[in-house]
T-cell receptor
Framework: GAVVSQHPSWVICKSGTSVKIECRSLDFQATTMFWYRQFPKQSLMLMATSNEGSKATYEQGVEKDKFLINHASLTLSTLTVTSAHPEDSSFYIC?????????????????FGNGTRLTVT | GEDVEQSLFLSVREGDSSVINCTYTDSSSTYLYWYKQEPGAGLQLLTY?????DMKQDQRLTVLLNKKDKHLSLRIADTQTGDSAIYFC??????????FGTGTKLQVIP
């Protein structure tokens, strides 16, 4: 159980184009989804937190107009990298959490997608 | 802000035990997690422990928590080559965002 599917696994796009990454919770309702960015050989950097039906909360230094996050349902969140540039090339990972106390108690562990390798040429 | 620190690298021989250490600064931490990341992949939850526990064992994995010293460790018994990966510890409080450690790269030598 607790499977998170992220799509696509990798994408190459030209500079100036936009790329959409999807994150789906397959067998639970994800009240909260998180988007991370990971640079090579580094830890995960939280970009934003999104709760279903409300606007995402962005971490300091993350451009909300560049990284558009939509969390329209309890099982799907999307990250759109708009007008991508080579410096946006990175590994993007989503994770999902639920506040379903019946299953996990107060806080569920985060469950991660397999990540999306974005390369902007 | 909260800090979570780990040593960067650990090398062990196949069949030996591995111990990966983690220290954190937030005394209000409620949940502490261990994740495994293989190359090019997302993070896989290995195990987690509540702050009111001292130890948790799950097959080859043993988690020890010293709350007084804010020290968390993950012991992998009979380490196998398939255990080679980066291991992240992480901590959180109720409904708060998760803070990840810097990651420890485990190399298992056949």
């Amino acid at each position: 159980g607790a499977v998170v599917s992220q799509h696509p696994s990798w994408v190459i796009c030209k500079s100036g184009t936009s790329v959409k990454i999807e994150c789906r919770s397959l067998d639970f309702q994800a009240t909260t989804m998180f988007w991370y960015r990971q640079f090579p050989k580094q830890s995960l950097m939280l970009m934003a937190t999104s709760n279903e039906g409300s606007k995402a909360t962005y971490e300091q230094g993350v451009e909300k107009d560049k990284f558009l996050i939509n969390h329209a349902s309890l099982t799907l969140s999307t990250l759109t990298v708009t007008s991508a540039h080579p410096e946006d090339s990175s590994f993007y990972i989503c994770s999902a959490s639920t506040r379903d106390r019946g299953r996990w108690g107060y806080n569920s562990p985060l469950h991660f997608g397999n990540g999306t390798r974005l390369t902007v040429t | 802000g909260e800090d979570v620190e780990q040593s960067l690298f650990l090398s062990v021989r196949e069949g030996d035990s591995s111990v990966i250490n983690c220290t954190y600064t937030d005394s209000s931490s409620t949940y502490l997690y261990w994740y495994k990341q293989e190359p090019g992949a997302g993070l896989q939850l290995l195990t987690y422990i509540f702050s009111n526990m001292d130890m948790k064992q799950d097959q080859r994995l043993t988690v020890l928590l010293n709350k007084k010293d804010k020290h968390l460790s993950l012991r992998i018994a009979d380490t196998q080559t398939g255990d080679s990966a980066i291991y992240f510890c992480a901590e959180t409080r109720i409904y708060q965002k998760v803070t990840f450690g810097t990651g420890t790269k485990l190399q298992v030598i056949p």
